[in-house]
């Protein structure tokens, strides 16, 4: 059975960083494609970014560029984004989630509909 657990949400002011953690289990961590995805109120899911770990391809929504980082611990199953410069426009509930899948392009990898694994949730929330 496929698991992803979230942690490291939590409240931080504008400029600060966070680190988000997924711990992955019950499936081949090597193989998948990662991705965060985060939900503001109101708002539809997005992707935020997004990793092949058979490859190294990488995806980050514009939003994301230059302030997160995406990575992996493929001994630990674990899948890790480090957030720099919150804006309070990052306030979200955050996501992970993991499938396997191949697509052509890197900003795919933050598609969806591709993925069936996801986790709880863990909330950001950045104050001005």
């Known amino acids: 059975e496929v698991q992803l657990v979230e942690s490291g949400g939590g409240l931080v002011q504008s400029g600060g960083s966070l680190r988000l953690s997924c711990a992955a289990s019950?499936?081949?961590?090597?193989?998948?494609?990662i991705g965060w995805f985060r939900q503001a109120p109101g708002k539809e899911r997005e992707g935020v970014s997004c990793r092949s770990n058979s490859d190294g391809r990488t995806f980050y929504a514009d939003s994301a560029k230059g302030r997160f980082t995406i990575s992996t611990d493929n001994a630990k199953s674990t899948m890790y984004l480090q957030m720099d410069a919150l804006k309070p426009d990052d306030t979200a509930v955050y996501y992970c989630?993991?499938?396997?899948?191949?697509?052509?392009?890197?900003?795919?990898?933050?598609?969806?509909?591709?993925?069936?694994?996801w986790g709880q949730g863990t909330q950001v929330t950045v104050s001005s």
């Open positions: 989630a993991a499938d396997r899948f191949l697509v052509s392009t890197n900003d795919r990898l933050c598609d969806e509909f591709f993925y069936q694994s």
């Open positions: 019950g499936f081949a961590f090597d193989d998948y494609v």
